[in-house]
């Protein structure tokens, strides 16, 4: 597969829980923000990937995202793009290219998972919140499902830094992997 720059897209799967909350926040948030930075070439960042997300358990399986994850994030301006929960598969790891965890427990269980791939190709597996320069040494998103609004409004603020680390990160791969199409990545709007 190709985007407009020509090149084989990244491909990032945020993983929470349920698939209800963080991690459909985190997908709509990257994709957001990779729209709007721009690369070399005349491309943006979001024409280079392909982000979805999952959770480590099926038992929401089908369902749309928890109305207040969509609530915090169309206050913020952001939109659903339609959202069905779903399980995470030990198959996409051959499947993605960077496999973005929300908290320890998720990164854990996906690191399980990961060791039964007989293939041999893993995805990356990392967490969201160290991409946040700023989260010191919190490396979790904590889990709003319990909590009120406010509780999803502090959640998709550590989203949405994680995610501006997450972009550069990006940006700065796909410079290095195209050194003559792609540049460091700019944000036109501070997302």
Known sequence: MTTGG??????VCFVCTGNICRSPMADVVLRAMAAVTALGGGTALGDHLVVDSA????????????P?????????????HGHRARAFEAAW???????VAMARTH???LAGLARHRA???RAELVLLRPFDPRAGGSVDVPDPYYGDAAKFDECLAMIEAGCRGLVDDLAARLAAAQPGEASKGTRDSAS
Do not use: I, K, S
């Open 119 to 121: 293939d041999g190709h």
């Open 6 to 11: 020509g090149a084989l897209p990244l491909r």
């Open 68 to 80: 207040r994850a969509a609530a915090a994030l169309a206050a913020a301006g952001y939109a659903d």
């Open 93 to 99: 790891f051959g499947e993605r290219d960077l496999v």
């Open 107 to 109: 990164q854990q269980t």
């Open 55 to 66: 959770g480590t358990g099926n038992w929401h399986a089908g369902e749309p995202m928890d």
